[in-house]
Structure formats: C-alpha cells, structure tokens
C-alpha cells in the first residue's frame, strides 16, 4: 500500500513547477513535506492525491494509476485536506462532517469529534466558526472519510491551528499510521516536522533535493542550502531534539 509517485513532471503555462519527482510514502509512517513558498509543494500534494493530473509520470497507490481512477474509486482510498478549504459552505458542523463518510455510515465519528474538541459547535453553521475551528472540521471530515490502511494527504494541515489543536492533529496522524495509513503532509514549522515525521521531502525550486529518514534529511545543513537561513539542533531536557533557525 506504499504511495509511489515516477517522473512527475508538471507546468503552469511555460513555468516548470515540477521536474521529474520520484519519491515514495510507505504505509505505517508519517512522510513530511517541507520546503521553501512556491518551492511546488501543493502541486504535488495534489499529484500525490490524485487531484491534479501531471503533465508527465505517474502515481500508484495500492498498485492502482490514481488518474485513472474515478472520484469515487479514489475516495475509498485517499483522503485529502486542501490548504484553503472553502469557507462559504452552507451547512452546520456535524454536516460537514458527514460528508466525509462514502460507506459504513454506522461507524462512530464519536471519537475524532472528541479528539479534536468540536463537540461544543456541532449544531453551529461551518460559516459561523473561526478559521481554526474550520480547519479542525475539515479535519475531523477528511479522518472520518479515512479508512484503515488508506492514504492520508495533508497541505499544512497546523497553519491555522494553535500550538494545543496542533498537538492533537499530529497525536491523531500518528495513531493514524500506528494502524497502517499512509500519511503525507506538509508543513513550514520545521521543528513540529522533525518532532512528527519518519520520513521527510526536501522540495525546492520543483526539485526534490532531499527523500528518506527524516532525522537524514531534516538536517541543518540541507535545511539551509533550501531555505537560505541557517538551522540548529537544540537538546531539550528530555535528550530529545528540536530544529531552530540560529538566531
């Protein structure tokens, strides 16, 4: 059930966003993305999802081309969260959770509505809410979507959450893969990247310049040739580490 992305290679009119990306996300582990603004991050989120067709290569999930599959076939497998989801939806918070749901109605969203804390506003209109909170409802629709053992897609999935929903999103991704899903997100905060991810994607200018172990790759020294800022690595008391910008 490994994601395996050959040769992706994808235009805006003349521009190259992406140039030739082969890279695979394995089931059981947490894939992140990082990478400088406009680096093509997105655009390959979506690739990898089966959103956006690429100009050239090819995607596999389960053994099956995500393209050439229907949207329905695709949300048996694959369950994404956009980055600017829209925020004009006419319907309550428990709605917009439902949606998520193609099959086995009967299973409990109980424990994500808990997880996430959206108990308290299920009856409000999605409208209503802040951004963060509409972020944790797009959330809880793409894991109530989600079967066991799919693939999970994310595009900055903590932007908008607050250091304590932050947590509980990346505590909920782990289980996640602790049961066998396939999790690929991206993120800009490099430390909670490093603190979550077992295997990470350096993306820059449309080239992936770095793949495999994260604590390989989320290194200070390739960090610094993508972003152009020098990064450190801090002890903590617990003897773990934590990635920062040197000040």
Not at 12 to 21: E, M, Q, S
Not at 116 to 128: A, C, H, I, K, T
Request: aromatic content about 2%; glycine content about 8%; some cysteine.
């Amino acid at each position: 059930m490994t994601l395996q992305l050959q040769d992706i290679t994808h235009a805006y009119a003349t521009h190259t966003v992406l140039d030739g990306i082969t890279a695979s996300a394995e089931p059981g582990r947490v894939t992140v993305l990082v990478g400088p603004n406009a680096a093509g991050k997105t655009t390959l989120l979506r690739i990898s999802a089966g959103l956006l067709h690429p100009d050239a290569g090819t995607v596999r999930y389960k053994g099956d081309d995500l393209h050439a599959l229907n949207e329905a076939q695709r949300a048996m497998s694959v369950a994404i969260a956009t980055q600017r989801p829209r925020s004009d939806i006419p319907l309550s918070v428990r709605e917009i959770i439902a949606i998520g749901r193609h099959r086995r109605l009967d299973r409990s969203v109980d424990p994500i509505i808990d997880a996430l804390e959206l108990g308290d506003v299920l009856g409000r209109p999605y409208q209503s809410l802040s951004v963060g909170q509409q972020q944790r409802v797009g959330i809880a629709r793409l894991l109530h979507q989600h079967e066991q053992g799919g693939l999970l897609v994310l595009d900055e999935p903590t932007a908008p959450l607050d250091p304590r929903h932050s947590s509980c999103l990346l505590q909920l991704l782990r289980e996640a893969a602790a049961d066998g899903a396939a999790v690929l997100l991206s993120m800009h905060d490099l430390a909670l990247a490093a603190a979550v991810a077992d295997d990470a994607w350096i993306l820059d200018e449309g080239v992936l310049a770095h793949d495999g172990h994260a604590a390989e790759v989320l290194h200070p020294d390739a960090l610094e040739a993508a972003f152009g800022l020098p990064f450190e690595r801090l002890t903590r008391s617990d003897g773990s580490h934590w990635l920062a910008p040197k000040a």
